[in-house]
């Protein structure tokens, strides 16, 4: 049965009702709403049907220069933002997602299956997520999935686990194209997590609406022995505001963004800043890197770039700051399991249908056993994540959770690449198979800082 049927009118005209926009409530309305277009004739992939979901489907869309969208100041300034209620914890460690979170990822997997897969060797031959992809993206709602629902989004509570999920799934299709889709979400969630009442009145309706814009979140630096808590680039108190000046990397889609959270110094502090993209000190270059390339990975310099007292995100004593990084940690952990799962899903039948000397390689204990090995570790990098998602999303402390989860996956996840290579031998060498770009992929999990959080 095709997922369009699967989807349960429950308003008028047969549309869900969106009244009380539960978390999956917005992207079945927006889905059945697309499922009427007459786009449907013209997608030409394995389920024609299912897939004009995440086509894209308004082609009067205007692409936004990284300098010509102008934010409009908005909200109370000084007063708090709206925050997203905790998780209700029920006491007892349950890895089993809930109805709704079971809906998204089955929408998600669905979507990285049939639309990223395909596009992944094209995307990180060219350095850059096709245009189509990153805009069907914005149609199952992956921007405001972190976003209150009281600021327009879908989120009723803290969505790290919801969100720990669509990327593990999203990963499953590939890395690298799984960061482009998540960079502007992360901002936004970011925004909702932290930003004060103006600054959410200022941004967040520009991801709610129709134009969402490209956003990057900017920890990372190309700076040898690199401690993302102790950032190189700085800020300066100058008259009412302040004056950032240093060198950002590995910065995704960062020659569109239109919005950045960059991370600075500030009296011995690290501290969140957003700076538009006009704003003047600002310069984009490529940072190609060795894998996560669909990203298109850019390098941010910052030269005397002056921002209001305002553009603080959040606490100024660090602690924002320290959050930030562990939520961008589970979300890498979570990219980690899905291009994890996604090398044991291919290896596995070809184990079992390649010959060597008359019988499958399969049948080689040590073949054998090296696949068992990546079920195994990939179970724990799976259980390690979920854990410290559950407890980041019920406001619990989650830092020696999400600690082990990182390690774990930056060894393992690593382990795993290398073995997927290995178990194809010559084949796992060469582009003609996945395992070696999903190899290059999973090296980022302890290299990466930033870009993504959950």
Known sequence: MSLISNLKPGGRNGVPSTESRDPIGYLVAGLNRLAQTD??????L??????????????????????????AKAGKKGQPGTRPANAAASGVFDLTPGEDEQMLVDLVSEFAAEVVRPAAFESDKAC???????????????????????????????????GTLVA??????????????????????????????????????????????????????????????????TATKSGDGYVL?????????????????????????????????????????GDPAMGVRAATMTKLVLDDVKVPAEAVLGETDGSTYTECVRLSRLAWCALAVGTGQAVLDYVTPYVKERQAFGEPIANRQSVAFMVANIAIELQGMRLLT???ASRAAAGKDFSREVALARKACTDKGMQIGLDGVQLLGGHGFVKEHPVERWYRDLRAIGIMEGTVLV
């Open 39 to 44: 786009l449907l004739d013209k997608v030409r």
């Open 128 to 162: 850059a997520a096709p245009d189509a992809l990153l805009k069907s993206s914005l149609e199952i709602g992956l921007p405001i999935l972190g976003v209150p629902e009281a600021l327009g989004g879908i989120s009723e509570e803290r969505s790290a686990m919801a």
């Open 168 to 233: 593990e799934a999203l990963a499953k299709g590939d890395m690298g194209l799984a960061v482009a889709t998540l960079a502007p979400g992360s901002v936004a969630t970011a925004i909702g997590l932290w930003g004060t009442d103006a600054q959410q009145q200022t941004y967040l309706p520009a991801f709610t609406g129709e134009e969402v814009p490209a956003a990057a979140l900017a920890l990372n630096e190309p700076t040898v022995l690199f401690d993302v808590l102790s950032p190189s680039t």
């Open 46 to 71: 394995r389920k024609p049907a299912e897939q004009a979901v995440f086509s894209v489907t308004r082609t009067g869309f205007k692409t936004m220069t990284n300098a010509s969208r102008t934010f």
């Open 386 to 388: 979920y854990r410290a």
């Open 245 to 285: 000046n240093g060198t950002k990397s590995l910065v995704a889609r960062g020659d569109s963004a239109e919005l950045f959270i960059i991370g600075a110094s500030l009296d011995g502090k690290p501290v969140l800043f957003l700076v538009e993209s006009s704003t003047e000190g600002l310069a984009i270059e």
